[in-house]
């Protein structure tokens, strides 16, 4: 397969969940993606020099290449992608970030999202969530329903979706 129909193959492909860019040309997104922690292919052309590949997450091939080499780096990518889950990141100022989206938070959100981005995907206990939040004691169950309504109506644009586990607490992962 050609370079050509490589990218024409690639752009048909029903692999969107892992990038495939030209190396080198395409290093500064190549960058990029690995401090997201996505999955990436990166098409080397016959004269160019290959990466040097550390992560999981990379593979490269050189074109051109066989439809059926694509698809099986594609589809190694992907399946190891699932084994190394993004996390979501929250700074000191209160900006979480998913997957190059950034959401701004309040203070009260902050301590609450701190909780559940450290427990990524891991209900955190209704107890634990009021304390960390309000520490001076003045905290409840209703005003953490009232937060944790607010806080998931900001986190959706994100692709994170706070889910409540009845009787226990709350749990952050990925939206559907």
């Given at each position: 397969?050609?370079?050509v129909e490589a990218s ?19 290093r500064d997104e190549v ?146």
């Amino acid at each position: 397969m050609s370079a050509v129909e490589a990218s024409a193959f690639l752009v048909a492909s029903a692999h969107a969940d892992v990038a495939v860019l030209r190396w080198p040309e395409q290093r500064d997104e190549v960058a990029r993606l690995e401090k997201l922690q996505l999955p990436r292919l990166l098409l080397v052309e016959l004269d160019d020099a290959p990466p040097e590949c550390e992560s999981c997450l990379e593979d490269w091939i050189r074109l051109p290449a066989s439809e059926s080499d694509l698809r099986s780096r594609l589809a190694s990518l992907r399946r190891h992608a699932t084994r190394h889950p993004h996390v979501p990141t929250l700074d000191s100022w209160g900006q979480l970030t998913y997957r190059d989206v950034h959401v701004l938070l309040s203070p009260l959100e902050r301590a609450i999202a701190a909780a559940l981005v450290a427990q990524f995907e891991v209900p955190v206990r209704d107890e634990d969530l009021v304390a960390l939040a309000w520490a001076e004691g003045d905290g409840s169950g209703a005003a953490l329903r009232v937060h944790a309504a607010r806080l998931r109506k900001r986190l959706k644009p994100a692709g994170l979706e706070l889910t409540s586990v009845r009787g226990y607490g709350y749990m952050l992962r990925p939206a559907a």
